[in-house]
């Protein structure tokens, strides 16, 4: 079956200091692969979609990146954090099926910037 | 901007009532979806109606789709006090490689 790691839950962070989350699937291949974030309280952002390996599409301009080095790796990265990028952040996947785009998300990490 | 737009932001109803919310969205879509979120934690798939579908059900949950209106509606028959959530509908933008795109959400709270 699949399944989709997101790591670390909660992460306190500087304000400058670098920032780099990874998301895994497992159980599937070519994937999409999506990153969100989602202040308190408030639907999810689209920050970046990928449909393959180094295929990357920003949604938002930030102080954001993203990478897909591998079919089933996805992170999110910064190398400089503003106190703005505190947030929920969600990554997930879906099939790369026009008639099953069903969405599978991990369990999110909270970032705090300090 | 959001696709899909949900109404209300919030709900506060008595458990045993319905919860009823809409969606509203921009483009030509494949499919609508609904999510449901409980605080702090990942959204879990809870239906998808195809855009030749006008209403579909699973147990409590019944969605509709109006497509000339670009408007979806989730209803939750007989509600529980474990239906406490967020509620979000997704859209896929088919010219996009179908990403999907969240709206606000509903916040709903059941009252035991």
């Known amino acids: 079956s699949q399944t989709i790691h997101q790591w670390p839950a909660t992460l306190v962070q500087p304000v400058g200091s670098p920032l780099s989350l990874e998301c895994t699937v497992e159980?599937?291949?070519?994937?999409?692969l999506y990153w969100y974030r989602q202040a308190a309280g408030r639907g999810l952002q689209l920050l970046f979609y990928s449909v393959g390996i180094g295929q990357i599409s920003s949604e938002v301009p930030q102080n954001l990146s993203a990478s897909r080095p591998q079919d089933r790796q996805f992170i999110l990265s910064s190398k400089k954090l503003l106190l703005s990028d505190s947030g929920f952040y969600l990554c997930?996947?879906?099939?790369?099926?026009?008639?099953?785009?069903?969405?599978?998300f991990g369990q999110g990490t909270r970032l705090t910037v300090v | 901007s959001q696709q899909g737009e949900e109404d209300p932001q919030a709900l506060s109803i008595q458990e045993g009532e319905n919860a009823t919310m809409n969606c509203s969205y921009k483009?030509?879509?494949?499919?609508l979806q609904w999510y449901r979120q409980n605080s702090g934690r990942g959204l879990v798939h809870l239906i998808l109606i195809r855009s030749n579908e006008r209403e579909k059900h699973s147990g409590r949950l019944r969605v509709t789709l109006d497509t000339s209106k670009k408007s979806s509606s989730l209803l939750i028959t007989a509600s529980r006090a474990a239906d406490t959530a967020s509620y979000f509908c997704a859209t896929d933008d088919e010219a996009a490689g179908n990403k999907l795109t969240f709206g606000g959400g509903t916040r709903v709270l059941v009252k035991p």
């Open positions: 159980g599937t291949s070519n994937p999409n």
């Open positions: 997930a996947w879906s099939l790369r099926d026009r008639d099953n785009t069903e969405a599978f």
């Open positions: 483009t030509s879509i494949n499919n």
